[in-house]
C-alpha cells in the first residue's frame, strides 16, 4: 500500500461548509444501507465535483466509516493535484490493465479512515477499462474491505465514461454550478444516466 497526504484548501476547511458534507453524507446513509458504491460527476469540467467527491469521502472518515476516494476521471484528473503524492506511482490504470493487484493501488491518507485510488497515467481506451470485468470485480472487493466507495468520474456532457462507471454503482450524484448549467442540459445529462440505469441520489450544486 502505498501513502498520500491529504491536502484540503481553506474554504473547505470551513465550518459551515463542513456541515453542509455532514448532511449530505447524512442523506447518503438515508438511501439506503445497500448504497454504499457512489459515483460523482457533472456536466462540464470545473463544476467542483472533485470537490465535493473529496469532501464526502472525508465527511464518511471523519464518522468512523472506512472509506476509499478512486479517481476515475482517467482523461483529466485533477485529484492528484489535490494530494502530496511523494513516492505514488502506482494508479488505477495498473489495475485495470492487469499490471498490479488492486491493494498495490490503493494509497493510504493522513485522515484516519481515508483511502485514495488515484487514475495513473491516461489509457487509450478508458470507457473500455472502466466497463470492463476487472473494474467490476475490483469494486466488488473493495466494498469487501470498505464501508464507502466513493467515485469521481469525468464530467457526462464530456464523454460517456460516468455513465459506464454509474450503471455499476449502487447511486450517483450529480454536481451542477449554480447559474453556469442551462437546466435543458443538465436534464439531457441525467437522461444518459437514467439510460445507463443508474440511480440518483440528487444534485448538489455549487
Known sequence: MQSAKLHFSQSENNYQIKEAYKTLRSNVEFSGQNVRVISVT?????????TVAMALARAFAEAGKKTVLVDADMRKSVLVGR??????????????VGRERLSSVICETDTPNLYVVFAGPVPPNPSELLGGRIFGKALENMKQ????????TPPLGSVIDAAVVAKQCDGTIMVIE???????????????????GAKMLGVVPQ
Not at 449554480?178 to 445507463?196: C, E, M, T, W, Y
Open 42 to 50: 457533472s456536466c462540464t469540467p470545473g463544476e467542483g465535483k472533485t
Open 145 to 152: 474491505v470498505f464501508d464507502y466507495v466513493i467515485i469521481d
Open 83 to 96: 494530494y502530496r503524492t511523494g513516492s505514488v506511482r502506482l494508479g488505477l490504470t495498473h489495475c485495470l
Open 178 to 196: 449554480s447559474n453556469a448549467i442551462s437546466f435543458r442540459f443538465a436534464q439531457r445529462v441525467k437522461d444518459q444516466l437514467d439510460k445507463a
